[in-house]
């Protein structure tokens, strides 16, 4: 769709009806630093969705109606630091769904319908400080969901629905100074 724009560096599809981020929808497109994708329909986001978009460092996605997130979705978005998927249709977080996300510093996926988090969801995050989960549907958190988030200080999980932690849930999570799980 934008694959001859080679020198655009800003893209605002704001408050349209998109449905799909279809795998190379912005390829050739490789100047973007910045998209505006808010308000719009969007539920699905495919594999390399965002391929070789490697200058990209803000990515604005909510609200949509994202139901799924597949493997890959964001790879090649090196120099993303803040991804905001808040306010979406969000069901389940499963491994390695953020891989490739190695700077990004904030992570936002409240207000979902999220309800079971697999283990290693979050790997490759490394340099999260801030996850918010709250506001969800989460019943099940698997062991080892947030392994990988070597730097997260923050994790907000209030008003959900987790029944019993599992041990190893927060494993070597060795920064984090608040948790907040409060109803």
């Keep these: 769709l934008f694959t001859s724009l080679i020198n655009?560096?800003?893209?605002?599809?704001?408050?349209?009806s998109l449905q799909v981020i279809g795998a190379d929808t912005f390829a050739g497109a490789t100047s973007l630093d910045n998209i505006d994708l808010r308000y719009n329909l969007i539920e699905e986001i495919e594999p390399n969705a965002f391929r070789n978009l490697v200058n990209i460092y803000n990515l604005m996605l909510y609200?949509?109606?994202i139901r799924l997130l597949w493997n890959g979705s964001f790879?090649?978005?090196?120099?993303l630091n803040e991804l905001n998927l808040k306010s979406q249709m969000l069901e389940r977080l499963e491994q390695?769904?953020?891989?490739?996300?190695?700077?990004i510093d904030q992570l936002y996926l409240d207000y979902n319908r999220i309800r079971?988090?697999?283990?290693?969801?979050?790997?490759?995050?490394?340099?999260?400080?801030?996850?918010?989960?709250?506001?969800?549907?989460?019943?099940?958190?698997q062991p080892y969901a947030?392994?990988?988030?070597n730097r997260l200080s923050d994790l907000k999980l209030k008003r959900n629905?987790?029944?019993?932690?599992?041990?190893?849930?927060?494993?070597?999570?060795?920064f984090l100074n608040k948790l907040d799980l409060s109803y």
């Excluded at 790879?75 to 120099?79: G, I, V």
């Excluded at 629905?161 to 060795?174: G, K």
């Design 8 to 16: 655009m560096k800003t893209l605002h599809v704001y408050n349209n």
């Design 63 to 65: 609200p949509n109606q």
């Design 75 to 79: 790879a090649s978005l090196n120099k």
């Design 96 to 103: 390695f769904t953020f891989f490739g996300l190695n700077n």
């Design 116 to 141: 079971f988090i697999e283990s290693y969801a979050f790997f490759d995050l490394a340099k999260v400080s801030s996850l918010n989960l709250e506001n969800q549907n989460i019943e099940t958190i």
């Design 146 to 149: 947030f392994y990988g988030l």
């Design 161 to 174: 629905f987790i029944r019993p932690l599992p041990n190893r849930a927060f494993y070597n999570l060795t």
